[in-house]
């Protein structure tokens, strides 16, 4: 043969070889899908890529396949109608083999969310669509160190609490708050006593922005300025952020302090009584404090005792301070749960109105979360001769019970005051304070005062089961 034509046919051989091996490789192309590789490696790599941490099951099903391959080779789709028992059989076994493999993948899977307690339901890939999965997360900030400034004003004067992010006064530090007005001028007020409260007064009335100083250490919960507006006069309302000065007895010199005087048992005549007396038309009651120590409530409820008047603290006779009677909070839920009715009373020591705001805002801060069916009294009387309230003039101390009551009245409680009949008659004004409720001492066989009253104690001698000590007895004649 001419080696020209030689040539010519050995080229057509191969284009023709070419073609037939490309049809071949495109019809298993098509047959597969997408993918250029061998069926049972798609699965493996779909399997591999649908859940995170199947990779053990992912092998398991490619050794399944492979397995399925090896058991017979000719057992293919090309040879799947041949009669040959042995291929048969064998391509039964390898698609046995695969069933097998593929519900031990199954077991895998199962296995693989009750060791790592996941759940199957759960979209393993959930947090791609979150965006802000991979941002850094903030470091927690200490709450002892973030601050916050609490302000507040009852009557041309500004109050100021340091308070930390566990609600605490901050004491201790070199703070000084910068006081700005609204011309621009600005004041600083050192906190002295390094207590975390600062008061500020007198203050002209009108609008103020308040900043904190010396707080290098600490961060501001907001960085912005605290405005205010400082009031001209009283409005008798609540305030607030008492809360953070009223005091315990571990603070203070309690001896020094809680210096009351019974006027009533100065101007006893002798002749009361300390048993309960009898009179269908009164409610009969105690009232007690620290002096009267543990009490056991229910043995009071169990000798008929209806109501109980509780003294919730008192205003420090030396150095002003809001001090919470320690027995006050026993005393009260005692009270309650035994089922005897109760009220409350505060010992002030208060030299102007704005103190007796003060007070009064101590007292419905304690007994908020109870439930009174009898008045909130303010109970004034001496404090030896020493007491910082003990000079007032009759005008003073009467606006200083108006104040109380009015601010106690305006948070929905009933006001009263407490008071000795010569302490009623000759240092306050009563016909400015009718509006609220009297209760008497006098300590005698029969009350004399000729004002109007809605209880009587009669005796602080008298003796209650449940009580180890002298307790003062009460009528009351309004049923509340």
Request: glycine share 8%.
């Given at each position: 043969?001419?080696?020209?034509?030689?040539?010519?046919?050995?080229?057509?051989?191969?284009?023709?070889?070419?073609?037939?091996?490309?049809?071949?490789?495109?019809?298993?192309?098509?047959?597969?899908?997408?993918?250029?590789?061998?069926?049972?490696?798609?699965?493996?790599?779909?399997?591999?890529?649908?859940?995170?941490?199947?990779?053990?099951?992912?092998?398991?099903?490619?050794?399944?396949?492979?397995?399925?391959?090896?058991?017979?080779?000719?057992?293919?789709?090309?040879?799947?109608?041949?009669?040959?028992?042995?291929?048969?059989?064998?391509?039964?076994?390898?698609?046995?083999?695969?069933?097998?493999?593929?519900?031990?993948?199954?077991?895998?899977?199962?296995?693989?969310?009750?060791?790592?307690?996941?759940?199957?339901?759960?979209?393993?890939?959930?947090?791609?669509?979150?965006?802000?999965?991979?941002?850094?997360?903030?470091?927690?900030?200490?709450?002892?160190?973030?601050?916050?400034?609490?302000?507040?004003?009852?009557?041309?004067?500004?109050?100021?609490?340091?308070?930390?992010?566990?609600?605490?006064?901050?004491?201790?530090?070199?703070?000084?708050?910068?006081?700005?007005?609204?011309?621009?001028?600005?004041?600083?007020?050192?906190?002295?006593?390094?207590?975390?409260?600062?008061?500020?007064?007198?203050?002209?009335?009108?609008?103020?922005?308040?900043?904190?100083?010396?707080?290098?250490?600490?961060?501001?919960?907001?960085?912005?300025?605290?405005?205010?507006?400082?009031?001209?006069?009283?409005?008798?309302?609540?305030?607030?952020?008492?809360?953070?000065?009223?005091?315990?007895?571990?603070?203070?010199?309690?001896?020094?302090?809680?210096?009351?005087?019974?006027?009533?048992?100065?101007?006893?005549?002798?002749?009361?009584?300390?048993?309960?007396?009898?009179?269908?038309?009164?409610?009969?009651?105690?009232?007690?404090?620290?002096?009267?120590?543990?009490?056991?409530?229910?043995?009071?409820?169990?000798?008929?005792?209806?109501?109980?008047?509780?003294?919730?603290?008192?205003?420090?006779?030396?150095?002003?301070?809001?001090?919470?009677?320690?027995?006050?909070?026993?005393?009260?839920?005692?009270?309650?749960?035994?089922?005897?009715?109760?009220?409350?009373?505060?010992?002030?020591?208060?030299?102007?109105?704005?103190?007796?705001?003060?007070?009064?805002?101590?007292?419905?801060?304690?007994?908020?979360?109870?439930?009174?069916?009898?008045?909130?009294?303010?109970?004034?009387?001496?404090?030896?001769?020493?007491g910082r309230a003990d000079g007032l003039d009759v005008e003073t101390r009467t606006a200083v019970c108006e104040?109380?009551?009015?601010?106690?009245?305006?948070?929905?409680?009933n006001g009263g005051i407490y008071a000795s009949k010569h302490w009623l008659e000759h240092n306050l004004t009563?016909?400015?304070?009718?509006?609220?409720?009297?209760?008497?001492?006098?300590?005698?066989?029969?009350?004399?005062?000729?004002?109007?009253?809605?209880?009587?104690?009669?005796?602080?001698?008298?003796?209650?089961?449940?009580?180890?000590?002298?307790?003062?007895?009460?009528?009351?004649?309004?049923?509340?």
């Amino acid at each position: 043969m001419d080696s020209k034509l030689k040539r010519k046919v050995v080229a057509v051989a191969v284009v023709m070889v070419l073609l037939v091996v490309a049809t071949v490789f495109g019809a298993n192309y098509i047959k597969n899908g997408d993918s250029l590789l061998p069926k049972e490696e798609t699965v493996s790599v779909a399997i591999t890529d649908t859940e995170n941490g199947k990779n053990r099951v992912s092998q398991t099903m490619s050794e399944a396949v492979a397995g399925t391959d090896n058991s017979n080779p000719s057992s293919n789709g090309a040879d799947s109608g041949n009669n040959n028992p042995n291929q048969n059989t064998n391509g039964a076994n390898a698609g046995n083999n695969l069933n097998q493999s593929l519900n031990g993948a199954n077991a895998g899977t199962n296995n693989f969310y009750v060791e790592h307690g996941l759940d199957p339901t759960k979209d393993p890939y959930a947090y791609r669509k979150d965006k802000d999965f991979f941002d850094p997360i903030a470091e927690e900030q200490d709450p002892g160190k973030e601050l916050t400034l609490l302000v507040s004003s009852v009557e041309k004067d500004l109050r100021v609490n340091v308070i930390d992010g566990l609600g605490r006064l901050v004491s201790g530090q070199d703070f000084s708050i910068k006081v700005k007005d609204s011309k621009g001028r600005s004041h600083n007020y050192k906190d002295g006593d390094k207590d975390g409260s600062v008061y500020i007064a007198p203050v002209e009335p009108g609008d103020y922005e308040l900043s904190l100083k010396g707080a290098d250490d600490y961060v501001l919960a907001d960085a912005s300025d605290v405005k205010i507006s400082v009031k001209e006069q009283l409005d008798y309302t609540i305030i607030d952020d008492i809360s953070f000065l009223i005091k315990s007895e571990d603070e203070i010199d309690a001896k020094a302090e809680d210096t009351a005087v019974n006027e009533a048992e100065q101007d006893s005549d002798g002749t009361e009584s300390n048993q309960r007396l009898t009179d269908e038309d009164a409610l009969f009651g105690i009232d007690v404090s620290k002096w009267n120590m543990e009490i056991d409530w229910q043995a009071v409820a169990d000798s008929g005792v209806d109501f109980a008047i509780i003294r919730c603290g008192y205003r420090g006779s030396s150095t002003g301070a809001l001090v919470e009677d320690p027995y006050f909070k026993k005393n009260i839920e005692g009270a309650e749960a035994a089922g005897i009715k109760v009220g409350i009373y505060f010992f002030t020591q208060a030299v102007n109105p704005v103190e007796a705001v003060e007070e009064a805002s101590m007292a419905l801060a304690l007994s908020k979360q109870y439930k009174l069916a009898l008045p909130i009294f303010i109970d004034t009387e001496g404090a030896g001769g020493n007491g910082r309230a003990d000079g007032l003039d009759v005008e003073t101390r009467t606006a200083v019970c108006e104040a109380f009551c009015k601010t106690i009245e305006n948070a929905g409680f009933n006001g009263g005051i407490y008071a000795s009949k010569h302490w009623l008659e000759h240092n306050l004004t009563m016909d400015d304070l009718s509006d609220y409720t009297v209760w008497l001492a006098q300590y005698s066989k029969k009350a004399t005062y000729e004002g109007e009253y809605a209880l009587w104690q009669y005796t602080s001698a008298g003796t209650v089961d449940g009580i180890e000590t002298r307790v003062d007895l009460n009528m009351c004649y309004m049923d509340y």
